[in-house]
């Protein structure tokens, strides 16, 4: 369709041929080829001139259609490789976008900024259902594992360490005990994350091991729902460390078992990611290779969860 399009601007196959740099006899074959696959006369020759056809005005329309269309992609791919352009994808969780991410985007953003990052927040079986379905193009989850081996076409690569700490309400039995003993959860009342959050799915293996089992009396999206409901009385819950810190809260260390989550960024194996998102991966890598920001010390005195707005669920 291209060779019709020059064909018929230059007004002879001589001419076109020049345009195109190929033998005249070659642009006439391709006009004869695509006649024949259309079944129609595309053009004539009349005083020495081409000229369309009713026929071949319609596909030479549809052909400059097709080419423009063709060159903007092209030069929209080439802006996206060289990072004048392009849109990324990210899912992940709270205390990632809290405590790790800012930095990441700050930079990422001073260097491209004309790339758009549009973040959803939301649990880790959410974000891995949607890197497999094409709709995220890039992942930052919690594992229970330092190296997650790829599986159902996604690839993990390991980020940093996150330690997860027990909040108790003001004058439970064990605000008073820096260091409890595991055994001493047993049975008592726990605000857990929901069913399909990683990093309950890890606290509760890790806890079955030492056998252990906590009674769950309700089921939270996120830490800072956590947070209210231990503030208020409800039972004991699981934080991130960091977050804990942060927030000023009174925390405890188990003194026999360390809750340690691995954070990584999680992409593809099927599709390649494009490269403004291969350079944003490339950015958290280098990044968690760095010192995390040195959190606030914790408060040695008890206080309910003090009511902040954050993003939604993890």
Do not use: W
């Amino acid at each position: 369709m291209e060779m019709l399009v020059h064909l018929l601007e230059a007004g002879s196959y001589v001419a076109a041929g020049e345009r195109l740099h190929v033998a005249h006899s070659a642009v006439h074959r391709q006009i004869r080829l695509l006649e024949e696959e259309l079944g129609q006369r595309l053009v004539y020759r009349d005083g020495g001139a081409i000229h369309p056809t009713a026929a071949g005005k319609d596909v030479v329309e549809v052909a400059r259609r097709v080419l423009k269309d063709i060159s903007n992609l092209s030069h929209r791919l080439a802006g996206e490789k060289a990072l004048r352009t392009g849109h990324i994808l990210l899912g992940t969780g709270t205390t990632m976008f809290l405590y790790f991410l800012p930095k990441v985007l700050s930079i990422f953003r001073e260097q491209f900024p004309l790339v758009n990052v549009q973040i959803l927040t939301g649990s880790a079986t959410e974000i891995l259902a949607g890197i497999r379905e094409s709709t995220i193009d890039l992942g930052i989850v919690f594992s229970d594992v330092p190296d997650e081996p790829a599986t159902g076409g996604v690839q993990f690569e390991p980020l940093y360490t996150e330690e997860f700490v027990l909040i108790v309400p003001p004058g439970h039995p064990l605000e008073s005990v820096r260091a409890p003993g595991v055994a001493q959860l047993n049975g008592i009342p726990l605000i857990s994350l929901s069913r399909t959050s990683r990093i309950r799915h890890m606290i509760e293996t890790r806890l079955e091991a030492a056998r252990v089992s906590m009674r769950v009396v309700m089921e939270l999206e996120n830490e800072e729902a956590i947070e209210k409901m231990v503030g208020i009385g409800v039972g004991t819950g699981f934080i991130s460390r960091r977050r804990a810190e942060v927030g000023g809260l009174r925390y405890l260390r188990l003194k026999d078992l360390k809750l340690l989550a691995y954070t990584c960024a999680a992409y593809s194996t099927r599709i390649p990611i494009g490269p403004a998102a291969q350079a944003f991966l490339a950015m958290c890598l280098e990044q968690a290779r760095l010192p995390m920001p040195q959190a606030a010390p914790a408060l040695r005195s008890t206080k309910p969860a003090r009511t902040r707005t954050r993003p939604a669920a993890r």
